[in-house]
Structures are given as structure tokens and as C-alpha cells.
């Protein structure tokens, strides 16, 4: 059986009647052109996913009747990624390959060596572009995004609700290496990744402070995007493997 294409349906609207709007809606019915009879998957970033029938296609309405939902499992690690923020020609990449690896939440932060500032609330756009990279590879969730542009201490601050801190940082080759049990076992899970110049000594003395263990992903300088992408793939091994 061919692949359902997918849509976004915010937690608000799954509920009796399923109705797309707005961009799903016109995507549905202008660029794929479906029509009433049609199947659809469709999911709300938040773990309810299923498969619909479509009733009815209007211009900018269409509505659903459920035919099978279901609800994918609560993951027991929850990792969320600070990001220093940086260049934007790549996050879009970060943004949906964070989405493949099941990131959680992304905190886009503003680092001293930052390039760019960070606004004052995440941009839609941002989560425009996590939504397009679920309804690719058929995730049923979607990570929260958030900016913070009080830099270091603003996260630091952040973390103090989290099961498990770490701070990704060069120097630390010689103290702790990442390992799969750091990013598997259950609670919350919080990683700082600097931006492309990394961090500086200050920011890292903020996040030691703050509880967080300085920790290294080997010895080879990562962009600020493969660093981050490295710590969710580190996740998907078993608490046993090592990366």
C-alpha cells in the first residue's frame, strides 16, 4: 500500500469535527488536489497520529472523519538541545534532521559568539520547518522551540528543571566522554552546544555552576550542527552500546 500523504492538525483542533485549515488545508487541496473519498494521515505533534477519510474539500477547510488513531509511546529520555545560536544557512538542516532524531525541544540561545541575535520568542517560521520535516518522515512529534536571548545564564537558569545536564566542550576530553546511558536513561535530558566559534570560558563556568557536566564528543572539531545532531544519534544506541 502506497505512503498516506501527511498533515498537521493542532491539539486543539483533534476533536470532533477534524477540520484542516489554513496551509494544510490549501496544500491538501490546491498542491496534492485531494478530493473527498481520499485517505490522509494526519497527526498533531504531540504523539496522536491516524489515518482519515476525507469528507469534504473546500478552499480553505477540509474536513476529516477518523477511520484509525493511535497514540505513539511517551519516549522515557526526553532530550531537549540549546543551541548557541548561529547561521541561519544550516538550521533549517539542524531543524529537521532534529525532528528524524526525535529531539524533543531546541532552545535557540544567545551565545557571545553568536552570529546574529537571537529574537525574543522563536520565530513560526521555525516551527514551519519542523512540521514539514515530520510530515516527511512520519513522525508523530514535534519538538517544542524556544529562544532565549539572555544568554548563558538564561539557560543555566532553564536547566534547573531538568533530570540531567551536560554542556558539550571541547576541552573536556580529559574529564567525561558522551555515552549512550547519558542520553538513554529516563528523566529530561538538557545538552548545550555552543555556536560556530563555541564557547567561551565564562559561559562554560555559568553552566558548571549551574550543575551542568562538562562533556566531550571526541577530539575532532564539529560544527555546531553535526555536535548537535551527534548527541541525538548517541540517544538511538542502547545504554549498553557505545557511540
Request: net charge neutral.
Amino acid at each position: 500500500m502506497p505512503r498516506l500523504d501527511t498533515f498537521y492538525l493542532p491539539p486543539e483542533g483533534w476533536r470532533e469535527p477534524y477540520v484542516l485549515t489554513g496551509g494544510e488545508a490549501g496544500h491538501l487541496a490546491r498542491v496534492l488536489r485531494k478530493k473527498a473519498g481520499d485517505r490522509v494521515r494526519v497527526f498533531d505533534g504531540q504523539g496522536r497520529y491516524g489515518e482519515f477519510h476525507i469528507e469534504a474539500v473546500a478552499r480553505d477547510a477540509v474536513r476529516l472523519t477518523p477511520l484509525a488513531m493511535r497514540r505513539e509511546p511517551e519516549p522515557e529520555a526526553e532530550i531537549w538541545l540549546a543551541i548557541g545560536f548561529a547561521k541561519s544557512a544550516r538550521r533549517g538542516y539542524f531543524l529537521e534532521k532534529a525532528v528524524e532524531l526525535g529531539a524533543r525541544g531546541i532552545i535557540f540561545w544567545q551565545a557571545r559568539r553568536s552570529q546574529g541575535k537571537v529574537p525574543a520568542e522563536a520565530k513560526e517560521a521555525w516551527f514551519d520547518q519542523a512540521v514539514a520535516a515530520a510530515k516527511q518522515c512520519g513522525a508523530a512529534r514535534l519538538p517544542a522551540i524556544l529562544a532565549a536571548p539572555g544568554g548563558a545564564a538564561e539557560v543555566a537558569a532553564m536547566g534547573r528543571e531538568y533530570d540531567r545536564r551536560y554542556v558539550l566542550w571541547e576541552a573536556a576530553e580529559a574529564e567525561k566522554r558522551l555515552t549512550a546511558k547519558d542520553m538513554t536513561a529516563p528523566g529530561r535530558v538538557l545538552a548545550v552546544v555552543g555556536p560556530e566559534g563555541g564557547l567561551d570560558d565564562d559561559e562554560v563556568r555559568i553552566f558548571r555552576d549551574g550543575g551542568f557536566h562538562a562533556v566531550s564528543l571526541g577530539n575532532r572539531v564539529l560544527r555546531w550542527e553535526t555536535a548537535a545532531l551527534a548527541v541525538l544519534s548517541v540517544s538511538l544506541l542502547g545504554p549498553g552500546e557505545t557511540s
